[in-house]
Every structure is written in C-alpha cells, then in structure tokens.
C-alpha cells in the first residue's frame, strides 16, 4: 500500500459465489487495500471455503438480506479502524481493479461518498437485465425530484469514509440499502460524486433481478425508501 494512503477495507456480501469470489479478491489492488472482508450471507454452497482459501477476513451472516451483509461488514470494518470502506459485489461483475478510481475523489476531492456509476461507464452486452436498467433509471429519476440530488445509478461498487458512513446510521436490512445510503448522504449535505465504472456478465445468476420475485421486491423497496426518507 502507498505510504500516504489511509486504511482502506473493502466490504464484499456473498451468497453463493463459489464460482466468482476468489476472482474478485484476487483483482483487488492489493497496495490500496489492507483488508478484504467477505460476508458470507447464508450461503449453501462452497463461498465461504474459497473466500478464506482466497486470502479474505472471512464472516457469517445468518440473517439473510444485502443490507445484514452489509452491516456486519462495517461493524468488522470499524473493529479495523478502517478509515474509507468500498463495498462491491461477489459475482464478478464489477471490476475490482477499479477501486483506484472509485476512490479516489475521497483522496483528491475529500468527498464523502463516490459511487461507481455503470451507467457512465462501458457494460458488456446483457450485463443489465431491461429491468435493472428502467429501475435505476428511475430511482434516480425520483431522487432528483424529491431530494434535488444527481445521480445516475444504485450501483454496488462505491466507496465512503468510515467517519461519514457512521454518522448515516444504515438501518436497511434488503433490497433498500443502496438508495438509503445515498438519499442519507444528501440529507446530511455530505459531498457525494459518481465516477464511471465498467460493468460485465455477472458469474451465475443475480439474486434479485434474476427472478420475477426478488425484481419486484426491489422495485418495491426502492421507491419506497424514496418517500420514507422525506
């Protein structure tokens, strides 16, 4: 890690990503990061094995749910004394490589939060079901109605400093945490920005927009923490 870099951990929720997971560590820049954590949310099948065997800080987290993931990646996070948190996905599909990036305008520009935007950047044919592309589109549609707030994307790959996350308070528990995260920081006038970031095929299948249920769910939850935060 470059000497005048602060802690940086990096938070990964995994449920069932034994094909992908030890992908994903092994392109994250190793002279950025000081830790990996991976949560192991309920998984059933070998993720937690390959994480560990993977070189990763290795959790379980019982309660099902992105946001319980999340949380009990933080709390680790903070036991660290992590000073900037990068949360991105197990599946392969975000570019871990990246994370200079993404993490950057903390560095440069002492921003509060960066979120790693798939829809500035290049994605590979399919990576994003029409579903998923019409759903951020208008979660963020409806943040800059209601909050005023430019975004272009939910998207998972993001980063923020420890300080800042704390004082948010995440309280989501499933599909609504990304939305809170970033209505929150608006609400507390944080600095926030997006950087462009690419996108790929996911390996496997996607637990949410991957089936009928898991689409609506969301779509659900996410407009509804759109007027719960006003």
């Known amino acids: 890690m470059p000497l005048s870099l602060p802690k940086i951990v990096v938070v990964i929720p995994a449920f069932n990503e034994e094909k992908s997971i030890a992908k994903v560590i092994a392109d994250i820049p190793k002279d950025w990061v000081s830790d990996t954590i991976v949560v192991n949310n309920n998984s059933t099948d070998r993720t937690e094995q ?7 800080i290795v959790l379980s987290e019982k309660r099902k749910g992105y946001g319980w993931a999340c949380l009990t990646g933080i709390a680790k996070a903070e036991e ?5 948190i990068v949360f991105m996905d197990g599946d392969y599909s975000d570019y871990p490589q990246e994370l200079p990036l993404v993490v950057g305008p903390i560095l440069d520009q002492d921003m509060d939060m960066v979120i790693g935007s798939r829809a500035l950047g290049k994605k590979e044919k399919g990576s994003l079901t029409p579903q998923q592309v019409f759903g951020n589109w208008l979660a963020t549609q409806l943040i800059r109605l209601f ?4 975004f272009t994307d939910l998207g998972p790959f993001r980063a923020m400093k420890m300080s800042s996350l704390m004082a948010l308070n995440m309280q989501d528990k499933t599909y609504g945490w990304t939305i809170e995260m970033q209505i929150k920081a608006v609400k507390h006038k944080m600095k926030f920005t997006e950087v462009a970031v690419n996108y790929k095929k996911r390996i496997g299948v996607s637990k949410v927009s991957g089936t009928v249920k898991g689409t609506i769910l969301a779509g659900i939850k996410i407009i509804s923490a759109v007027f719960k935060y006003l």
């Open 50 to 56: 390959v994480a560990h065997e993977a070189g990763a």
């Open 80 to 84: 660290l004394k992590a000073e900037i």
């Open 147 to 150: 909050y005023s707030a430019k």
